[in-house]
């Protein structure tokens, strides 16, 4: 579809999405994955990071951050327990953490995968060389999260300081599709100069890109950053924009995400009722969660918490959907 007509679908549902459009998500989530919701184990193992995102709780120039970095064996501790509660993949995350080198990273990623041949790795700790993904890769990584934040490049230069482009987040996406990964892209819904163009110009980026995943949430702010003042984006028009991104990317594997269940406490349930079909429950040591706060309030507690998966569960059945324990691969090839 032409950016424009995107925007026109975007401008028609910006005050949420109808019950035909719902419906449509729906039926097309139901004819590519069913009525499954495939789990992921969230582990976020440092929060120190050198980039100054301005929308982020842990960019580098927050100096009110408690920084830690979890060690390997925590790590794989961690790895243990979400294995025991029948976590089949395992999303490692964090701020760009120079500490963990290329080295450190594909160890960890190895001894995962020694101890748990059957679950899958996904990373998420950002822009690196296509050699570096390539290591990751060739020791054992399954995924890689990058999300491109937003497809417009004037907008991208508002939400990040000027040692970041869009041109080099589109081409780590590029080298990780093309080294074999599941990439996953995504943005925020209404981070501050967003507009119903940029949003078009999302649509039609991962049209472009065909991304195994979506990470698509809604901007909350975070006290201590430069955007504090702006408002959280609306429940109504992220619905919308996960509706859009199921029809358009029927295959896609689509979170509901730990912002939109923050943001609304139906939030979870109306992400389900509108295509999105993975959630990502926090595995991270219950000591250091409080720490990893990308914005203010950020839900770490009851049904975001993997220990509490029988309460997640009950709610996901009374959503009418089911948990589905397997690794959860994408079917975009
Ligand atoms: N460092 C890695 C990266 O850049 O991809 C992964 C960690 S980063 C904190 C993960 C995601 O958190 C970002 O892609 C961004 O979209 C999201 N995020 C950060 N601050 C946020 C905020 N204030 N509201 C909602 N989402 C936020």
Redesign the pocket.
């Known amino acids: 579809m032409q950016k424009k007509e995107w925007a026109e679908q975007i401008k028609q549902f910006q005050n949420g999405p109808s019950q035909e459009l719902k419906k449509k998500a729906l039926q097309t989530r139901l004819l590519s994955y069913g009525r499954g919701v495939f789990l992921r184990g969230l582990i976020e193992f440092s929060n120190y990071?050198k980039n100054n995102?301005y929308?982020?709780?842990?960019r580098a120039g927050n100096h009110h951050v408690c920084r830690y970095r979890l060690t390997q064996q925590d790590i794989l501790n961690t790895c243990k327990k979400g294995h025991a509660l029948g976590f089949r993949t395992f999303v490692l995350?964090?701020?760009?953490d120079p500490w963990f080198d290329d080295q450190k990273i594909c160890s960890i990623i190895s001894q995962i995968k020694e101890m748990y041949p059957d679950c899958a790795i996904t990373l998420?700790?950002?822009e690196k060389s296509k050699e570096t993904y390539r290591a990751f890769f060739a020791a054992g990584a399954d995924r890689f999260?990058?999300?491109h934040?937003t497809a417009d490049a004037t907008h991208y230069r508002k939400l990040h300081p000027d040692v970041m482009s869009l041109e080099n987040r589109k081409k780590c996406l590029y080298d990780l599709r093309e080294i074999g990964f599941q990439v996953g892209a995504g943005f925020?819904v209404g981070s501050p100069f967003q507009t119903i163009e940029t949003l078009a110009a999302d649509m039609k980026f991962l049209e472009e890109l065909q991304p195994h995943m979506v990470?698509l949430?809604?901007?909350?702010?975070?006290k201590e950053t430069p955007f504090k003042d702006f408002p959280p984006g609306s429940l109504n028009l992220t619905l919308t924009m996960l509706c859009l991104v199921r029809i358009a990317l029927p295959n896609v594997l689509l979170p509901a995400t730990t912002?939109l269940a923050t943001l609304s406490e139906q939030g979870r349930a109306l992400g389900l009722a509108c295509g999105a079909n993975v959630i990502m429950p926090n595995l991270s040591p219950p000591e250091v969660r409080g720490s990893y706060s990308?914005?203010d309030n950020k839900k770490c507690t009851g049904n975001e918490a993997a220990e509490e998966i029988a309460l997640l569960q009950k709610e996901v059945e009374n959503d009418g959907f089911f948990l589905d324990f397997s690794r959860g691969d994408s079917r975009v090839h």
């Open positions: 990071c995102c929308y982020c709780g842990i995350q964090s701020g760009e998420s700790i950002g999260l990058l999300r934040e925020m990470g949430g809604p901007f909350l702010p975070h912002a990308l914005y």
